[in-house]
């Protein structure tokens, strides 16, 4: 039995059709993209700000929520937060959103290395449960052309780990789910993957993460001639 976190999938089918997987779906945040925690808390430290004040208000589940579901811009998210902090803080706490919202991220180029690689054997989907800022900030990180499709729960209108989120993806991809391959770092995102039949994996390290890849070849290996 896989350990929670483990590559997981669905028993079933021969070995050398279960190792097919022509399709690739990577997560971006916790995977290809890293975000500093230092940033926020600098900015908070600027302007006067308790810590954890911007984050603890822009993660709050209905204010996420409504962000990477599409049901606000990203935008509308972000001068919520601003606007609430500025009524508790003064415009200070506006200023500290401002500068928070500067950041999008950093590249983990080891991980982009890899996603380079897999684009010449299988094609490569970007996931994200992100916000309508997302094509902004892939165009910013140089990363726009770094993927065959890309998929924003805030345009689908779902978000991982639903199931319609899952099928939504695998129709745009035209392929079923014993084709493909399953990255994320949330552990519920990977159990929701593997319980629809993909092969998912959930994200730790580089050195894991190309393991399990090698292991998943894009074509059934043959057999080597005899004589």
């Given at each position: 039995?896989?350990?929670?976190?483990?590559?997981?999938?669905?028993?079933?089918?021969?070995?050398?059709h279960?190792?097919?997987?022509?399709?690739?779906?990577?997560?971006?945040?916790g995977?290809?993209?890293?975000?500093?925690?230092?940033?926020?808390r600098?900015?908070?430290?600027?302007?006067g700000?308790?810590?954890?004040?911007?984050?603890?208000?822009?993660?709050?589940?209905?204010?996420l929520?409504?962000?990477?579901?599409?049901?606000?811009?990203d935008?509308?998210?972000?001068s919520?937060v601003?606007?609430?902090?500025?009524?508790?803080?003064?415009?200070?706490g506006?200023?500290?959103?401002?500068?928070?919202?500067?950041s999008c991220?950093?590249?983990?180029?080891a991980?982009?290395?890899?996603?380079?690689q897999q684009?010449?054997?299988r094609?490569?989907?970007?996931f994200?449960?992100?916000?309508t800022?997302?094509?902004?900030?892939?165009?910013?990180?140089g990363?726009?052309?770094e993927?065959d499709?890309?998929?924003?729960?805030?345009?689908?209108?779902?978000?991982?780990?639903?199931?319609?989120?899952?099928?939504?993806v695998?129709e745009?991809l035209?392929?079923?789910?014993?084709?493909?391959?399953?990255?994320d770092?949330t552990?519920?995102?990977?159990?929701?993957?593997?319980?629809l039949g993909?092969r998912?994996?959930?994200?730790?390290?580089?050195?894991?993460?190309?393991?399990?890849?090698?292991?998943?070849?894009?074509?059934p290996?043959?057999?080597?001639p005899?004589?």
């Amino acid at each position: 039995m896989s350990k929670p976190g483990d590559s997981m999938s669905k028993p079933g089918g021969s070995m050398s059709h279960w190792q097919m997987a022509t399709v690739l779906i990577i997560d971006l945040d916790g995977v290809v993209r890293n975000w500093d925690p230092s940033v926020a808390r600098a900015a908070e430290e600027r302007h006067g700000l308790p810590a954890g004040s911007i984050e603890g208000e822009a993660f709050a589940a209905d204010a996420l929520g409504a962000a990477i579901t599409g049901k606000v811009s990203d935008e509308e998210w972000r001068s919520g937060v601003a606007e609430t902090l500025a009524a508790r803080y003064g415009p200070l706490g506006a200023q500290a959103v401002q500068e928070w919202s500067a950041s999008c991220g950093t590249v983990n180029v080891a991980v982009l290395d890899l996603v380079r690689q897999q684009r010449g054997l299988r094609r490569v989907a970007l996931f994200s449960n992100a916000t309508t800022r997302l094509t902004a900030d892939l165009v910013q990180l140089g990363l726009d052309r770094e993927f065959d499709a890309v998929f924003n729960s805030s345009a689908l209108g779902s978000v991982k780990p639903d199931e319609a989120a899952f099928r939504a993806v695998l129709e745009a991809l035209g392929t079923g789910p014993a084709d493909v391959l399953f990255v994320d770092d949330t552990a519920g995102h990977v159990a929701a993957a593997a319980a629809l039949g993909l092969r998912a994996h959930q994200f730790r390290s580089v050195a894991a993460l190309a393991e399990f890849l090698a292991a998943h070849p894009p074509e059934p290996e043959q057999p080597e001639p005899d004589g």
